[in-house]
């Protein structure tokens, strides 16, 4: 059975009196380990549907299965247990909680999963290790560079090796040296751990990477180009 | 929890300065009402052993006439004792005490004072009674030291003393003052004179009369009220000192509760702020896999923990100031004579673990609601739109 899978999804906002539908008539699916991204310019959808698929919104019409989970029918709770358990987020603006140092911002999705001290330390010096940031790790968001951050919080979205990171423009704040620096350590992610990677993107480095592009137009599907056969939605 | 403590405290002190302004803020009002309702509670058990040593020890019989807010009802106010209670001089677990009205003469100017009889030796108020003992000088009276200072009276001075006997007859006699006291009790010496009880009967002819009888403390078989005596016990005749000091102590815990008001209000501000400025902080502890009422629950705690930090904080300095004012005491003199509270002159704050417990607890309590209030508004919030920076 695929990880994803959307049927016939709408995904529609109030605007005043009126709807305006930025999801039509979506159905895909993506398998494991899959490295894919929504393409598309600015207002086509991209974070919507990665909403959705992170199940931090839901779907109008349609079905959205992720995980063996029917998004539109998940508690506030449950919901959260799956982001928990299973998810990875990586935002355009990091989203590193401030106050904490580089290593706490790492361990933190780790402790709230409740995880044990020895596990936490080790998983925590693997991820640093990962994205490199070892001699970093009692740093503050505030003294890292964008690119720093961004590992950070790269390290922070696969420490607990969830089965599916969504990335949000990841690439959008940094320089092109920085972009492929985080983007290699992705792909290497992807390949050493077969974690799903989907991203939301305009950035033709990012979409270099990619090893499917589903290009999205005003809400609608208009292309799904994989580079390996057999990976197709 | 401990998480969601961790990262509130982590938080707070991130926070910097206007943490600590709402901190100092809060531990000046623990430190406030504890150390000003520790003065009321040391005034209250000052006044309460002071007036029950000199004055009421273990309860009062009264004569039924008797009414200590009106002079004029002494007159009247006086009777024999019963045989039971007679026995209960007899056997010294009692002490009688007549009380009539009479006029002094000091510097030529009139004045209206109060005359109290009592026996001699008696050990049931701690007062120098015995002083009065020596018969053979002419009458003997004793007096206190405000009553002393405000007529420029000392030991040794002679005085004219008037006053009714049984018929309504005005009788003048001359008394010499073989004792002035030191009472911290007012009411038993400003307008006072102390004299023995046997001589005031004789004066006044009032053979065998009583107005109060005053009883032995800690005694268990108090006889029953007559017709004519009636028993007020302790917490009666300290009835008015309670009053006063709880009046006291309210109207100034009004005035702090004013001021835990504005602290709570910056308390609120902050929260408020905190909530609006990190809305992508908290779509992102979101997306983490907290859930809303997780994140509810984060800030507030992290507003209540300024009244943690607040009581840590007050306790620091307020501790060492708060015992130094127990051990050595306030000089209150005269403070307390301008308002008539002598037992206070030195003044030993009381503080008590339900003082201090109950203080914490009611600014604990109230920063929490007021840290809850703004964050409810969290549990509504639309992630998605909180990780954009919008407030929905
Ligand atoms: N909460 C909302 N209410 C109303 N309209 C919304 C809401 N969220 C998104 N939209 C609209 O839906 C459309 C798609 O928005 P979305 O953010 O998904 O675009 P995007 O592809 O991520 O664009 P960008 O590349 O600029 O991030 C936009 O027109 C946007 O205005
Ligand atoms: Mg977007």
Same mark, same amino acid.
């Given at each position: 059975m695929a990880l994803i899978e959307l049927k016939d999804m709408y995904k529609k906002f109030p605007m005043g009196k009126n709807e305006f539908t930025a999801l039509k008539e979506i159905n895909l699916e993506f398998e494991k380990g899959e490295f894919a991204g929504l393409v598309g310019p600015s207002g086509s959808g991209k974070t919507t549907m990665l909403n959705i698929l992170g199940s931090l919104d839901t779907p109008s019409e349609g079905s959205a299965r992720v995980l063996d989970n029917n998004i539109g029918d998940l508690s506030g709770k449950a919901a959260a247990q799956l982001r928990k358990k299973h998810m990875g987020f990586i935002f355009q603006t990091y989203n590193l909680l401030?106050?904490?140092?580089?290593?706490e911002n790492i361990e933190f999705p780790l402790l709230i999963l409740k995880m044990s001290r020895e596990e936490r330390k080790k998983k925590v010096a693997?991820?640093?290790?990962?994205?490199?940031?070892?001699?970093?790790?009692?740093?503050?968001?505030?003294?890292?560079?964008?690119?720093?951050?961004?590992?950070?919080a790269v390290a922070r979205a696969i420490v607990k090796r969830p089965d599916l990171v969504l990335a949000d423009e990841p690439t959008a704040n940094l320089d092109d040296e920085n972009a492929y620096n985080v983007l290699e350590m992705m792909v290497k992610l992807n390949e050493e751990l077969n974690t799903t990677f989907i991203f939301a993107t305009h950035d033709h480095k990012v979409i270099k990477y990619l090893k499917r592009k589903i290009n999205l137009i005003d809400g609608k599907i208009t292309e799904d180009m994989a580079d390996l056969p057999g990976v197709k939605g | 929890m401990k998480l969601e403590f961790k990262l509130?405290?982590?938080?707070?002190?991130?926070?910097?300065?206007?943490?600590?302004?709402?901190?100092?803020?809060?531990?000046?009002?623990?430190?406030?009402?504890?150390?000003?309702?520790?003065?009321y509670d040391g005034m209250m058990k000052q006044g309460v052993r002071v007036e029950t040593d000199d004055r009421i020890a273990g309860g009062q019989f009264w004569h039924k006439d008797y009414d200590p807010n009106d002079p004029f009802s002494y007159d009247d106010s006086h009777a024999e004792?019963?045989?039971?209670?007679?026995?209960?001089?007899?056997?010294?677990?009692?002490?009688?005490?007549?009380?009539?009205?009479?006029?002094?003469?000091?510097?030529?100017?009139?004045?209206?004072?109060?005359?109290?009889?009592?026996?001699?030796m008696q050990d049931i108020v701690k007062i120098p009674t015995n002083s009065l003992g020596n018969t053979h000088k002419k009458l003997p009276v004793m007096i206190g030291t405000r009553m002393a200072s405000t007529n420029n009276f000392q030991e040794g001075d002679y005085l004219t003393i008037r006053l009714r006997d049984i018929d309504g007859t005005f009788d003048a006699v001359e008394g010499r003052i073989v004792k002035i006291m030191s009472t911290r009790s007012v009411t038993i010496d400003k307008g006072q004179l102390w004299i023995p009880i046997q001589k005031l009967r004789e004066i006044?002819?009032?053979k065998n009369e009583t107005t109060v009888l005053t009883i032995k403390t800690g005694l268990e078989n108090i006889p029953g009220d007559t017709e004519t005596w009636s028993f007020k016990d302790r917490d009666y005749l300290l009835r008015d000192i309670i009053k006063m000091v709880?009046?006291?102590?309210?109207?100034?815990?009004?005035?702090?509760?004013? +001021?835990?008001?504005?602290?709570?209000?910056? #308390?609120f501000? &902050?929260?408020?702020?905190?909530? *609006?400025?990190r809305r992508k902080e908290i779509g992102t502890l979101i997306a983490l896999g907290m859930t809303r009422s997780q994140v509810v629950k984060l800030f507030t705690l992290e507003g209540a923990m300024h009244g943690v930090l607040a009581a840590l904080v007050g306790a620091l300095y307020g501790t060492p100031l708060i015992y130094l004012f127990a051990k050595t005491g306030m000089d209150f003199t005269e403070v307390a004579e301008a308002y008539g509270m002598g037992y206070i002159a030195m003044l030993y704050p009381v503080y008590s673990a339900g +003082?201090?417990?109950?203080?914490?607890?009611? #600014?604990?309590? &109230?920063?929490?609601?007021?840290? *809850?209030?703004?964050?409810?508004?969290i549990a509504t919030l639309d992630p998605t739109k909180a990780l954009k920076g919008k407030v929905s």
């Open positions: 401030p106050v904490y140092t580089v290593y693997d991820a640093l290790d990962w994205v490199g940031l070892t001699d970093k790790k009692k740093s503050r968001p505030a003294q890292l560079s964008g690119g720093e951050s961004q590992r950070v | 509130a405290y982590k938080n707070i002190i991130g926070a910097g300065l206007r943490t600590w302004l709402n901190v100092a803020i809060l531990s000046f009002i623990y430190v406030l009402i504890i150390g000003s309702q520790g003065i004792l019963t045989a039971k209670l007679q026995d209960m001089v007899i056997s010294e677990t009692a002490v009688p005490m007549l009380i009539k009205r009479a006029t002094i003469y000091p510097d030529g100017r009139m004045k209206s004072v109060l005359i109290r009889g009592i026996k001699p006044t002819g009032m709880k009046s006291k102590k309210v109207s100034g815990l009004i005035m702090y509760m004013v +001021l835990l008001f504005l602290a709570l209000l910056a #308390v501000d &902050t929260q408020v702020l905190a909530i *609006f400025k +003082l201090v417990i109950g203080t914490v607890f009611i #600014v604990m309590l &109230t920063v929490t609601v007021v840290s *809850f209030i703004p964050s409810r508004k």
